[in-house]
């Protein structure tokens, strides 16, 4: 199954994109499964390198790494949302890339399944 999580919420202070990415990592363990994350908005921020958090929290950045590990398994951010937030490029995390809207777009044709938090 192919399934595109679209994030858009805080990558801290809230669970959201905490839990969406709980989800999307146990669904990629699963056999023939594909999974494509599009982070937009704040949650941009998830996929800024070099992220430091205190002892005994999650860290979303290493979240991200094993997730984006898998040959079948796609990292997108918004480019529109890292440029108002002057994020750039050389800030994102290794597994993670600049996307674009019609890359989106493309990637909500290919899933089987689109789930937003």
Known sequence: MKTLFILNGAPYGEERTYN?????NSLAKRDGAEV??????DAVGTAKRGQQVAEGFY???LMLDR??????NRIGVC????DARGIHDNELAEVTH???L???TEWC????KVLTY
């Not at 969406?20 to 999307?24: E, S, V």
């Not at 494509?36 to 908005?41: A, I, K, T, V, W």
Request: charged share 25%.
């Open 59 to 61: 860290n979303l950045q």
């Open 36 to 41: 494509r994350l599009f982070l937009m908005g």
């Open 20 to 24: 969406a990415l709980r989800l999307a």
């Open 98 to 100: 600049r996307g674009t």
């Open 79 to 82: 480019g529109t949302c890292m």
């Open 102 to 104: 019609e890359e989106l």
């Open 109 to 112: 044709e290919w899933a089987d």
């Open 67 to 72: 997730l984006g590990h898998s040959d079948d």
